[in-house]
Nanobody
Framework: QVQLVESGGGLVQPGGSLRLSCAAS????????MAWYRQGPGKQRELVAGINRGGTTAYADSVKGRFTISRDNAKNTVYLQMNSLKPEDTAIYYCASGVVAAAPIYWGQGTQVTVSS
């Protein structure tokens, strides 16, 4: 069964940090690029970061230097470490996978991240 299950969202103050996790089915994790998307209130869903099977990463300009995507191949898990969070980072964050990060095939259910004082 194909599955992507996110965890780690929550409420954090501006300047704080959170780490999101996404546990994937082995068939997805081993074959595809993994990515994180987000959709803020009243906004379109956007690609935040991606990591391919070889570990090459890419980031949206808005999160470069603050967010880090990584993958643990032994655990079939991808992470998104988010530092120096801003109110504009508030969104539902989705784990996704596909041949390329920009064209996901599979989606998780999403996890809410709220940055507020």
């Amino acid at each position: 069964q194909v599955q992507l299950v996110e965890s780690g969202g929550g409420l954090v103050q501006p300047g704080g940090s959170l780490r999101l996790s996404c546990a994937a089915s082995e068939s997805i994790f081993s074959d595809y690029t993994m990515a994180w998307y987000r959709q803020g209130p009243g906004k379109q869903r956007e690609l935040v970061a991606g990591i391919n099977r070889g570990g090459t990463t890419a980031y949206a300009d808005s999160v470069k230097g603050r967010f880090t995507i990584s993958r643990d191949n032994a655990k079939n898990t991808v992470y998104l470490q988010m530092n120096s969070l801003k109110p504009e980072d508030t969104a539902i964050y989705y784990c996704a996978s596909g041949v390329v990060a920009a064209a996901p095939i599979y989606w998780g259910q999403g996890t809410q991240v709220t940055v507020s004082s």
